[in-house]
C-alpha cells in the first residue's frame, strides 16, 4: 500500500515538472524583455521602441514642447535678435470693464486683455499642417517675453483662477501671440475746477521697462483698432471715447522709451449731484425767504427759520466736503454751495436789520410823544422785546402839540419873510440818504423789497452759473 501511494506521487511530480520549468522560464523572459526596454526608452531619448511595446491606437507618440521649440539650445535670457536692431512688439488691448472711479484718491481700475506679438526665430518649429501651438504659463516661464509694464500704476495683478490667465501660442515660423488678463489701478490726474460738471481725461501708460528704443518698439498692431471696449456702464461716468496713441519718454540716466497710451475720456452724471447737492440747496435758500411773509413782530419764528436753514446748509457744505479730496483750489460746486450760503445768511441779517429799525423807529415816536415819567413803559412792550403801534396810545398833548405847531408857523413866516441870510449856504440831502433815511423810518418796506430782490438776485445767479459751468 505504501509501494503503491509513493508510486502514485512519483508520477505526479513527473507530469508537473514541465510546466514549472516553462513558467520560470516565461518569466526570466518577461524581466529581460523590462530590462531590455527600460535601456532602450533611456536610449532613445523616452522614444519607446515599437518592437518592444505593441502600439496603442488610441494614443499619439508626441514629442516634448521643450524638444519641439528646442529650448535647452538657446539662450533666453536674451532677446532675439540681440546685437542688431530693435525688436518690434505690436500691442492690442481689449478693455474688459473699469471697475471703479475715485475722486479722493485721484485713480482708476481697470480690467484688460493685453497681447503682445512679436517673432522670435529660435522657437520655429517644423509643421506639415502650418499648425500653431497653445500653451500656458508653464511655459512662458522658459522663453523671452517682453517686459511690459503700466506708468503710474499703484496696484496690478494677473489673474489666477482657476489657472493663471495666460496663453502664448507659437506660429511654425515663429511668430508668437502672448495674451494675459490684468487688472490695473493707476493714477489719473484730475481736475476738478468744474466739479461736479466735469469732464475727466485719464490715460493707462504702456512702457517697457529694461529695453530701450535702441533694443525694442512698441507699437499698436492695428492701430486706431488695436483698442477694442465691451459695452462699460459706470454709475457717475460716461464714458465717451476710448482713443489709443503713442510717444516717447525719456529718463536721464538710461535714454529713450517707446510708450503706448489708452486715453478714455469721462464726463460725470449731473443727475446723482442735481438730487443729493443742488435741489436740496435750492429748497433751502427758497426756504429762508419764508420769512420776509412772516410779521417782523414774530421774533421766535423768524429767527428759528433763518438758523434752520444756516444750520441745514452747513451740513450740506460739509457732506460735500467730505467726500472730495483737499484740493487747494475752489470747485464749481463751492462756488454754487457759498453762494447760496450767503443768500441765507443775507435773509437772516435783513431780519436782523428790519427788528432794528422797527424799534429805533418806535422808540423815537415815543420821545416825541414825550409820556409823563408815571407811564409804565413795560406795559408798552411786546412779548418779542419790541414796541407796537397797537398797543401804545400816541395821541400827543394838546398843549405840547399847539405849542409846537405856533412855534413851527412862526418860524415858517419869519423864514420867508427875511430869507436867507448873507454867507450862508442851502445845504440840499443826497438822495441816497434820503432814500435810506425813509426807509430806516418805515422799516416794513425791507421786507417788501426782499421779496423782490432776493429771488431776482438767486434767479440772476443761477442763469450766471449754469451758462459758465454747463456749456
Not at 475727466?200 to 499698436?220: H, K, T
Not at 419764508?290 to 434752520?308: E, H, K, Q, Y
Not at 409823563?372 to 422785546?385: E, I, T, V
Not at 418805515?442 to 421779496?451: A, E, G, L, P
Request: glycine content about 4%; proline content about 4%; charged content about 20%.
Amino acid at each position: 500500500m505504501r509501494l503503491a501511494l509513493l508510486a502514485f506521487r512519483l508520477m505526479c511530480l513527473a507530469w508537473l515538472w514541465p510546466l514549472t520549468h516553462n513558467s520560470s522560464h516565461s518569466a526570466k523572459k518577461r524581466r529581460h524583455k523590462e530590462h531590455i526596454g527600460e535601456s532602450t526608452k533611456q536610449k532613445h531619448g523616452g522614444r519607446v521602441d515599437l518592437k518592444l511595446k505593441k502600439l496603442d491606437s488610441t494614443k499619439s507618440l508626441l514629442i516634448k514642447s521643450e524638444q519641439l521649440l528646442r529650448i535647452e539650445d538657446h539662450d533666453f535670457a536674451m532677446r532675439p535678435g540681440f546685437g542688431g536692431s530693435a525688436i518690434p512688439v505690436g500691442i492690442d488691448v481689449q478693455v474688459e470693464s473699469i471697475d471703479g472711479i475715485s475722486e479722493v484718491n485721484m485713480d482708476f481700475t481697470m480690467t484688460l486683455y493685453l497681447r503682445h506679438y512679436w517673432q522670435d526665430d529660435r522657437l520655429a518649429f517644423p509643421s506639415s499642417s502650418n499648425k500653431s501651438r497653445t500653451f500656458d504659463a508653464r511655459l512662458v516661464k522658459k522663453i523671452w517675453v517682453p517686459d511690459v509694464f503700466f506708468v503710474h500704476s499703484k496696484r496690478s495683478f494677473i489673474h489666477d483662477t482657476t489657472m493663471e490667465n495666460i496663453m502664448l501660442r507659437v506660429f511654425p515660423d515663429g511668430n508668437i501671440l502672448y495674451s494675459v488678463r490684468i487688472t490695473v489701478t493707476a493714477l489719473c490726474a484730475m481736475d476738478f475746477s468744474s466739479f461736479p460738471l466735469d469732464t475727466q481725461n485719464c490715460s493707462l501708460e504702456l512702457e517697457s521697462y529694461a529695453y530701450n528704443e535702441n533694443d525694442l518698439m512698441l507699437y499698436w498692431k492695428n492701430g486706431n483698432d488695436s483698442l477694442r471696449t465691451d459695452e462699460i456702464v459706470l454709475s457717475q461716468f460716461f464714458v465717451e471715447d476710448f482713443q489709443p496713441s503713442f510717444g516717447l519718454s525719456f529718463y536721464s540716466s538710461t535714454g529713450w522709451y517707446n510708450r503706448l497710451y489708452i486715453n478714455f475720456l469721462l464726463r460725470r452724471h449731473i443727475f446723482f449731484f442735481m438730487l443729493q447737492t443742488y435741489f436740496p440747496t435750492m429748497l433751502m435758500v427758497m426756504l429762508s425767504w419764508v420769512s420776509f411773509w412772516i410779521d417782523r413782530r414774530a421774533v421766535p419764528a423768524r429767527v428759528s427759520l433763518g438758523i434752520t436753514t444756516v444750520l441745514t446748509m452747513s451740513t450740506i457744505i460739509t457732506g460735500v466736503s467730505a467726500s472730495m479730496p483737499q484740493v487747494s483750489y475752489v470747485k464749481a460746486v463751492d462756488i454754487y454751495l457759498w453762494a447760496s450760503f450767503l443768500f441765507v445768511f443775507l435773509s437772516v441779517i435783513e431780519y436782523a436789520a428790519v427788528n432794528y429799525f422797527t424799534t429805533v423807529e418806535e422808540m423815537k415816536r415815543l420821545r416825541k410823544a414825550k409820556i409823563p415819567d408815571s407811564y409804565d413803559a413795560n406795559q408798552a412792550m411786546a412779548f418779542d422785546g419790541c414796541f407796537h403801534d397797537n398797543d401804545i396810545d400816541l395821541t400827543p398833548f394838546p398843549d405840547t402839540t399847539s405849542t409846537s405847531n405856533t412855534e413851527r408857523n412862526t418860524q415858517s413866516r419869519n423864514s420867508t419873510v427875511s430869507g436867507p441870510t448873507e454867507g450862508t449856504r442851502l445845504r440840499r440831502k443826497h438822495p441816497l440818504l434820503q432814500n435810506l433815511s425813509f426807509i430806516m423810518s418805515h422799516s416794513y418796506m425791507i421786507d417788501s423789497y426782499s421779496r423782490v430782490i432776493f429771488p431776482l438776485a438767486y434767479l440772476l445767479f443761477n442763469i450766471i452759473y449754469w451758462s459758465m459751468y454747463a456749456s
